[in-house]
């Protein structure tokens, strides 16, 4: 089957760090453009981060630079979010996705179940 | 950056259209793309392109686009139809995916 499953999700301190993974299967990984997407409690869905294939072009939600890191192991058909110095507002469902070439016809065209993260004291 | 603007809720007898708008400035220039999502399930892409269904996707799902609205139609509405349907598009300002708030469509 084609899919995405994500885990590493917690409780975590604000302040503390957390590592997403995100295991792919039943397609070619190295082939796609791949995402974050998060989903706060009761509300809309929110982009997080995009890595191309190769993993050398990433790209962030502004407000999320310098704290969130996007990677991928293309032998190991995974897509990894390192979060640092987390916050109370990043609590949230936080999704894997698959997407077409990055720019103005970007859509998520694969998603995952996502992974809960709940950061609190 | 841009905003989108969708009905929190949408409710429809089965057998009845629904009609969920997605309201943007000038969204009719952009390629707008719907999901569907389940309570605890992933999100499904239902449309892409404005209008294009992926394979396995319903012909009783379409979509259009013009001026500052973006409307995903549901014909034929089935209970399974139940979800949270979220448009999304690239903003051209912030060279970013954006998506609307979501809309609650329930089956009465």
């Known amino acids: 089957d084609v899919q995405l499953v994500e885990s590493g999700g917690g409780l975590v301190q604000p302040g503390g760090s957390l590592r997403l993974s995100c295991a792919a299967s039943?397609?070619?990984?190295?082939?796609?453009?791949l995402s974050w997407v998060r989903q706060t409690p009761g509300k809309g869905l929110q982009w997080v981060a995009t890595?191309?294939?190769?993993?050398?072009?990433?790209y962030y939600l502004d407000s999320l630079k310098g704290r969130f890191t996007i990677s991928r192991d293309n032998a190991e058909s995974s897509l990894y979010l390192q979060m640092s110095n987390l916050r109370v507002d990043d609590t949230a469902v936080y999704y894997c996705?698959?997407?077409?070439?990055?720019?103005?016809?970007?859509?998520?065209?694969?998603w995952g179940r996502g992974t809960p993260v709940s950061v609190s004291s | 950056s841009y905003v989108l603007t969708q009905p929190p809720a949408v409710s429809v007898a089965p057998g009845q259209t629904a009609t969920i708008t997605c309201g943007g400035n000038?969204?009719?220039?952009?390629?707008v793309h719907w999901y569907q999502q389940k309570p605890g399930q992933a999100p499904i892409l239902v449309i892409y392109?404005?209008?294009d269904r992926p394979s396995g996707i319903p012909e009783r799902f379409s979509g259009s686009n013009s001026g500052n609205t973006a409307t995903l139609t549901i014909s034929r509405v089935e209970v399974g139809d139940e979800a949270d349907y979220h448009c999304?598009?690239?903003?051209?300002?912030?060279?970013?995916?954006?998506f609307g708030g979501g809309t609650k469509l329930t089956v009465l």
């Open positions: 996705a698959r997407g077409n070439d990055y720019g103005f016809n970007y859509y998520f065209a694969l």
């Open positions: 039943g397609f070619t990984f190295p082939g796609y453009w």
């Open positions: 890595i191309n294939q190769d993993g050398r072009q990433t």
């Open positions: 000038h969204i009719g220039s952009k390629r």
């Open positions: 392109y404005d209008k």
């Open positions: 999304q598009l690239w903003d051209t300002t912030t060279d970013q995916p954006v």
